[in-house]
């Protein structure tokens, strides 16, 4: 009995000296959430209050904190797109639509009915 009692008493020491860091971790990642919504950076400030909220998905701050970045973050996300999409196109013109085709010699054309050439 007391063989047991010795590994037992171990892992309960383990488990409640890990619990209260991950509580800590958990509220440093919603402090570096915060601090990122403060600058405007939705798209870490999401991040951030994601990585809160997986280590403690019970505590309510987290998740409306992580629930409410979710629009920004997105909406942040598209912006840059756009802006990254403006700046490119401004530099250099996508091709255009009409591009010359390779003539393909029309006895060859897929479009005939007979599978043989002309003559």
């Known amino acids: 009995m007391t063989r047991l009692m010795r590994p037992v ?12 860091v991950a509580a800590d971790q958990a509220k440093s990642w919603y402090e570096k959430g915060q601090d990122a919504e403060a600058r405007q950076n939705y798209e870490q400030a999401y991040d951030d209050f994601k ?3 997986d280590l403690k998905p019970k505590d309510l701050r987290y998740r409306s904190a992580f629930e409410r970045l979710k629009f920004l973050a ?21 091709p255009s639509s009409r591009r ?16 043989r050439p002309r003559r």
């Open 9 to 20: 008493a171990l892992v309960l020491l383990l488990v409640s000296l890990t619990l209260p």
């Open 51 to 53: 990585q809160a909220y």
């Open 74 to 94: 997105g909406a942040s996300h598209v912006h840059r797109g756009k802006l990254l999409r403006e700046a490119a196109s401004s530099k250099r013109p996508w």
């Open 100 to 115: 010359r085709r390779r003539s393909i010699p029309r006895a060859l054309s897929p479009n005939r009915k007979s599978g």
